[in-house]
């Protein structure tokens, strides 16, 4: 291999180099961007309001899973009966889940994200209605899947509005 061969290979490889830091350098800076747009929200007062009603409903639903035995049997049966995956780890990792959404939302922290995951879970909660025919497996609430579309459209709302009023998302946004 001839010095200049030696070189141009240094050339290319300090011109990749470069490239590949100017990609990381951008893709920092727009997922910063992105982070910061999520976080954004107005002193809206219905979404702050909506948002800590949400939070309460979360957290206080985790914690009935785990507090209260009948609840946790209903909601093993629930997964049983409507053939989700994985329903002896779900039966533990969701009531978590659930209690940490809901002190997202409840302080509103980074509450279009929560928004976003919780809309997901309710999607499941709305097939789990739809699929379990047992009425005993759904002891607080009917049936059908009113709650679970309620709560859809209120977090479809703190989604589109951001965490709003009394939250930790506005406070740093300012």
Excluded: C
């Excluded at 309001?49 to 914690?63: E, P, Q, T």
């Excluded at 035995?69 to 995956?85: D, R, S, T, V, Y």
């Excluded at 997901?120 to 909660?125: I, S």
């Excluded at 479809?156 to 965490?163: F, I, N, Q, R, T």
Aim: net charge negative; no cysteine; hydrophobic share 55%.
């Amino acid at each position: 291999m001839s010095p200049r061969d030696s070189t141009d290979n240094d050339y290319f490889l300090s011109d990749e180099i470069s490239i590949v830091d100017r990609w990381q350098e951008n893709w920092k800076y727009s997922d910063i961007m992105m982070l910061a747009q999520l976080r954004s929200t107005s002193n809206n007062k219905s979404a702050g309001a909506l948002r800590i009603l949400l939070g309460l409903v979360f957290f206080m639903a985790g914690i009935l899973k785990v507090v209260v035995p009948h609840l946790g049997e209903a909601f093993a049966g629930q997964l049983i009966a409507a053939n989700i995956p994985f329903h002896s780890t779900n039966l533990y990792v969701f009531p978590i889940v659930e209690m940490v959404l809901g002190l997202t939302l409840l302080f509103g922290l980074h509450a279009r994200l929560s928004a976003a995951i919780a809309a997901v879970t309710m999607l499941v909660a709305v097939y789990v209605h739809l699929a379990v025919e047992d009425p005993s497996l759904f002891p607080l609430q009917p049936v059908e899947p009113i709650g679970p579309f309620m709560l859809l459209a209120m977090l479809l709302y703190v989604l589109w509005k951001g965490a709003g009023a009394w939250s930790v998302d506005l406070r740093e946004s300012e």
